[in-house]
């Protein structure tokens, strides 16, 4: 339904224009453009707005040479009619990301295989979208700018600390487009800053020589900076982890504040403390954060001062998470509210095949982590939300 609702509001806020088809763009194209063929009975998933195009959906791919990693490719039915166009990985078991479909292109074709003019659009419409939603503001200036697939630019992510923004880059597109995407940044007058962080092990499976990545700093940007995220200030270093700060977790953490009057709180792997310090300033009697980084637990000490938080309310231990709750059970002690948002417990998926033979075993280790076993065949996208939830 999601999807859905994603493409009709992405279709239907299009101005009208000339119709053309990609087929015809295609044809026009001066460099050519490569046709993706999708398996019989594949399509509609697509259509219907997933924008990863897995390597088991393609029949074949016509074309020749066959397109590179990073080349512009038409994804078509298996009656070879084009149903949309996008970035094509030679390595990766998501062999195309859909940037744009057919009946976009049909009413506007104005950004129909140009990467750069489509990149302006969307990163645009991205900034008015969180406009419309009050960010920045007076209480708020640290948000995520561009969420991936959320804002339909599947790999890039861009949250924004004040003046810095940070871009996590996890598709070899973004790679080959990172002039064109710092660009479009900067034209966001606030921005005097801009952090490339490459997620190396998922540019491997992209298929990309990470040798030749690293993190990229603009010369006049702090390792360290300050934010205010719904009147809460935090101190984030920009070589934590992932962009820094955990920007999409904003609504949870006000809705933490508003549940935790009178109660005590326990936020396991708690990084930096926001949801720790959200519970506190919503009235918790007791809160403990826990977390086995030493220098993401003093920046959540830290930002007990910074908001004048009184330290006998609101505690944080370095101790790994496993061991703390098996000690707490051994205690018999328990509070009212748990925050718990763990690192990965299985490892990322190398491709599909790949995948099939190890899932079993994949499954076992994640619930050994917790002491747990786990039915291999649960959903994929449910079973360690199980795990967690009998832990607690």
């Not at 070879?80 to 990766?92: D, F, H, L, R, V």
Request: contains cysteine.
């Amino acid at each position: 339904m999601q999807r859905q609702l994603m493409k009709c509001l992405s279709v239907s806020s299009l101005p009208a224009a000339t119709t053309t088809t990609l087929q015809e763009l295609a044809f026009a194209h001066p460099r050519g453009i490569a046709k993706v063929v999708l398996k019989k009975g594949k399509t509609q998933l697509f259509k219907d707005g997933s924008p990863m195009v897995y390597s088991g959906a393609v029949d074949r791919i016509i074309g020749r040479p066959p397109p590179n990693t990073g080349d512009i490719v038409l994804v078509a039915d298996g009656k070879e009619k084009p149903i949309g166009w996008g970035m094509y990985n030679s390595a990766s078991m998501f062999c195309v990301r859909l940037m744009q479909l057919e009946e976009e292109v049909t009413r506007d074709s104005s950004c129909a295989l140009d990467m750069q003019k489509l990149l302006e659009t969307r990163i645009d419409a991205a900034i008015e979208l969180r406009k419309s939603l009050g960010l920045p503001s007076a209480n708020t200036n640290t948000f995520r700018l561009v969420n991936s697939e959320g804002d339909r630019l599947s790999g890039l992510i861009v949250d924004i600390f004040g003046d810095i923004a940070v871009v996590a880059s996890s598709a070899a597109w973004v790679e080959k487009y990172k002039p064109e995407i710092e660009a479009c940044i900067t034209r966001k007058g606030e921005i005097n800053h801009i952090n490339w962080r490459p997620s190396v092990e998922i540019l491997k499976e992209e298929g990309l020589d990470v040798s030749n990545l690293k993190e990229m700093h603009s010369s006049t940007c702090p390792e360290r900076t300050k934010v205010m995220e719904n009147g809460i200030s935090y101190a984030i270093s920009l070589e934590g982890q992932k962009t820094g700060f955990y920007a999409d977790q904003r609504d949870n953490r006000l809705f933490i504040s508003k549940i935790s009057d009178g109660q005590r709180v326990l936020d396991i792997c708690c990084y930096s403390g926001g949801f720790a310090l959200n519970a506190a300033r919503g009235g918790a009697v007791d809160v403990t954060g826990v977390d086995t980084s030493l220098p993401a637990l003093e920046l959540a000490k830290e930002n007990i001062v910074l908001n004048n938080m009184d330290p006998e309310r609101i505690s944080f231990l370095q101790e790994d998470a496993s061991a703390f709750m098996k000690s707490a059970l051994s205690r018999n002690e328990s509070w009212d509210i748990v925050i718990l948002d763990p690192p990965k417990l299985a490892p990322r998926r190398k491709g599909a095949a790949t995948m099939a033979g190890r899932k079993v075993t994949i499954l076992r280790q994640a619930g050994a982590a917790c002491d747990h076993p786990i039915d291999p065949s649960y959903p994929e996208g449910a079973y360690l939300s199980n795990i967690l939830l009998r832990v607690l």
